[in-house]
């Protein structure tokens, strides 16, 4: 039964996030700790559903030219190798916990900010710093490595503080920058332990999730406002931190 209700709830939120440009990690992770799977499959499997949602994310932005490639190579040269590096980090499932509420916290408030911002749909571009957005790229592909959330949540709301894009310029920038360290950090993560899980029903997650994902980023979005949509999703992720935070605390 556990299983199944994860399942529905991964597909939920591969629709959504995918309507965003993000891929679902940090709240694949938080879920799958919260239904208590094995430690060591947890950020493998919130990987490669990222890797699946924003596959056709990042092929939908490329068709529509919307992602700002010299933007993402700058933040990519730094994140691909430190996301590679974060998964091969060896931390204690304590340690991977705490780290994963305080990302999520962080993403959550960083998204409502955004979202509340007068022009939020349209920010004004302006030149950016190149070794400012390598920094960046560098510890978020950490982050991402370690904990299995992709980034791109931690992404964005920076790119419209620093006006690098405009909206739509963002959301696909940082699909593409999700997918690229979710490969590498999936293979970091497999490399210090592998993968292995004793429920074979797991494999059906990857599955609902390509559906979620192609639903939302072709249809969701035409329905909701970009708004509505980061609200919507900053609620889901500060509502998996605090659960996180109530479990570890032993409250429930």
């Known amino acids: 039964m556990q299983i199944f209700i994860l399942a529905i709830a ?11 440009g993000f891929g679902g990690g940090s709240s694949y992770t938080a879920l799958l700790v919260l239904m208590g799977v094995a430690y060591n499959s947890i950020a493998p499997i919130s990987l490669i559903s990222n890797i699946i949602v ?4 990042s092929i939908n932005y490329a068709r529509s030219k919307a992602i700002d490639f010299p933007l993402f190579t700058y933040l990519a040269i730094a994140s691909v190798p430190m996301a590679f590096i974060g998964g091969l980090v060896p931390i204690s499932k304590n340690t991977f916990i705490w780290l994963l509420i305080c990302a999520l916290l962080l993403s959550g408030v960083s998204l409502l900010r955004s979202a509340f ?14 070794s400012l957005l390598m920094l960046i790229g560098g ?37 593409l920058f999700i997918l ?73």
């Open 180 to 252: 690229v360290n979710s490969i590498s950090g999936l293979i970091g993560q497999l490399q210090k332990h592998g993968f292995e899980t004793q429920n074979k029903l797991i494999y059906l997650l990857p599955i609902l999730v390509l559906i979620g994902g192609q639903i939302g980023n072709r249809f969701a979005i035409k329905f909701f406002t970009s708004k509505n949509l980061a609200l919507t999703t900053a609620a889901l992720v500060i509502i998996a931190a605090v659960q996180l935070f109530l479990k570890q605390i032993k409250l429930i």
């Open 10 to 20: 991964f597909f939920c939120v591969a629709l959504i996030y995918s309507s965003v």
């Open 117 to 130: 911002k007068k022009n939020y749909d349209e920010p004004q571009s302006r030149p950016t710093n190149p």
């Open 139 to 175: 510890i978020l592909g950490l982050i991402a490595g370690v904990t299995g959330i992709g980034g791109g949540i931690l992404l964005s709301p920076i790119l419209y503080q620093i006006r690098a894009a405009n909206s739509k310029q963002i959301a696909a920038t940082a699909s």
């Open 54 to 57: 924003v596959s056709g994310n």
